[in-house]
C-alpha cells in the first residue's frame, strides 16, 4: 500500500499534524482552563511550555532507543504517551493532573517527532530530502491551524472534554495509520558489533546542526510571541496586530516547501540555507523599523521559511543509516533546549528594555549567530563521509 516515499511523506505528515493539534489546545482554549482551574495567565504560560520541556532530556533517550528497537515502536509509544496525556487533561478536575497530562503529552510528542524526522530522513537520504523536509516542517502549522478552526466548535458543544477527546481521536486515527510504515528496503539491521552512535565528530556536527536549527526557531518564535504585542505598543488593535501575524505564517506555510524545493532543484542547499538565514535577520531588523508593516511583514513570511528545510538536511549529511536514531537524538535535545529557554531569554530581555522591537532585534542576532555555527558545522563535516542511502 505504502510503496513510495512519497505516500510514507503522506502518512507522516498527517501524524506530524496531531503534535500541532495538541500543542494548541492549551493556547486555543486557554480561557476555559482560566475559568476551570482558576489559574493565572502565567499558568497558562507554564503549561504551553511544557510540552516542549521534555525534550531537553528525553530526546536522546529516545533517539537511542530508536537504534535499539527500531522507530516505529517509539514513534507508536510516542502517540500512546500522547493520546493518554490527552484523556488526562480532558477528563481530571485537578490542575495538578492538567499538569502531569500535558508532561506526559509533551513526552509523547517528543518521541515521535524523533523518530518521525529519522524516518523521513531514511526514506529520502540522498534524493529530493531538502524537499521532503520542507513539507514535513510544516505539519506542526497545519495542526495548529486545525486547532484553531475545530477545538473552539468542539469546546462550544461541550467543553473542555468534548474537545480533548477530539483531540485523542485524531491521534488514536495516527497511531491505527502508523501501524502500515515500514522501513525503506535498503535499512537492514547494523552489523554485529558496529556502534550506533556517531563518533565524537559526528556528534558535534550533529550539535551544530541542531543548535542552527534552535535558533533559526527562536527567532520564528520572535514573530509569534512578540510581533502582536509590538504592534499593539505601536496602537494597533490586538484584532489588527493578530490578523497582520497571521499573514506571516501563511506565507511561511508556502516558504518553507519552497526552500526545500529550490535547494534540491538548484543543489544549492547551502546557499539557500545561508542566504535564507541572512536574509530573514535583515527583514527582521527593517519589519520592526518602518512605518509600510504589511509590505514589509509580507516579506517576512516569503524569506523565513526558506532556510528551515535546508537546516533539516544537515544530520543527513553526516550519519551513516545506523547512527541516525542516535543523532537525531542529539539534535533534538540541543533544539529542544534552546526551544525552552530562547523564548524565555526573548521574553526577559524585552522587560527589561521597556520595548518589544527589541526581541525582533534579538531574532535578527540568534539568526546571525545560526550562520556562523554553519561555518563550525561546515568545518567538521568536511571531514567526515557524507551517508548515501
Known amino acids: 500500500m505504502l510503496s513510495s516515499r512519497w505516500s510514507i511523506l503522506a502518512l507522516l505528515f498527517g501524524v506530524r499534524m496531531g503534535i500541532g493539534l495538541q500543542y494548541q489546545v492549551v493556547g486555543t482554549l486557554s480561557p476555559l482552563f482560566i475559568t476551570d482551574f482558576s489559574v493565572s495567565v502565567a499558568d497558562i504560560g507554564l503549561l504551553i511550555g511544557l510540552y516542549h520541556a521534555p525534550g531537553i532530556v528525553l530526546a536522546f533517550p529516545g533517539g537511542a532507543v530508536g537504534a535499539r528497537l527500531g522507530d516505529k515502536p517509539v514513534a507508536l509509544v510516542g502517540l500512546a504517551l500522547m493520546i493518554l496525556g490527552e484523556l488526562m487533561m ?5 490542575w495538578s493532573m492538567q499538569i502531569a497530562g500535558r508532561f506526559l503529552a509533551g513526552s509523547g510528542g517528543i518521541l515521535l517527532n524523533v523518530a518521525m524526522t529519522k524516518m523521513i530522513t531514511d526514506w529520502f537520504a540522498g534524493r529530493e530530502i531538502a524537499t521532503a523536509m520542507g513539507i514535513f516542517g510544516n505539519a506542526s502549522p497545519f495542526g495548529i491551524a486545525l486547532a484553531l478552526v475545530t477545538l473552539p466548535a468542539l469546546a462550544g458543544a461541550d467543553g473542555r472534554v468534548l474537545a480533548s477527546c477530539g483531540v485523542a481521536a485524531y491521534l488514536f486515527v495516527s497511531f491505527l495509520a502508523l501501524t502500515f510504515y515500514r522501513v525503506p528496503s535498503y535499512l537492514g539491521p547494523a552489523p554485529t558489533g558496529q556502534s550506533l552512535r556517531p563518533g565524537p565528530r559526528a556528534s558535534l556536527a550533529v550539535l551544530a546542526a541542531g543548535g542552527i536549527y534552535g535558533l533559526y526557531n527562536i527567532s520564528l518564535v520572535a514573530i509569534i510571541g512578540f510581533g502582536p504585542l509590538m504592534l499593539t505598543e505601536r496602537g ?4 489588527e496586530a493578530s490578523s497582520t501575524i497571521s499573514v506571516v505564517l501563511w506565507l511561511v506555510a508556502l516558504s518553507l516547501p519552497l526552500g526545500g524545493w529550490l535547494a534540491d532543484r538548484t543543489g ?3 546557499m ?3 542566504g535564507g538565514l541572512l536574509s530573514f535577520a535583515a527583514v527582521l531588523l527593517l519589519s520592526s523599523r518602518v512605518d509600510a508593516v504589511l509590505p514589509a511583514f509580507v516579506l517576512l513570511g ?3 521559511g526558506l532556510p528551515s528545510g535546508p537546516i533539516m538536511t544537515l544530520p543527513a549529511r553526516i550519519l551513516a543509516p545506523e547512527t541516525r536514531s542516535a543523532g537525531m537524538g542529539l539534535f533534538f535535545t540541543i533544539y529542544y533546549f534552546m526551544n525552552v529557554s530562547g523564548p524565555w531569554l526573548i521574553g526577559y530581555l524585552t522587560e527589561m528594555a521597556g ?4 526581541a525582533f532585534d534579538l531574532g535578527a542576532i540568534f539568526l546571525c549567530i545560526g550562520a556562523l555555527v554553519w561555518i563550525v558545522f ?3 563535516a568536511s571531514g567526515l563521509t557524507i551517508a548515501r542511502n
Do not use: C, E, K, M
Open 90 to 94: 480532558g477528563l481530571a478536575p485537578a
Open 236 to 239: 494597533w488593535t490586538i484584532s
Open 268 to 270: 544549492r542547499n547551502s
Open 272 to 274: 539557500i540555507l545561508l
Open 302 to 304: 516569503i524569506v523565513s
Open 355 to 358: 520595548s518589544s522591537q527589541i
Open 378 to 380: 561546515r568545518q567538521l
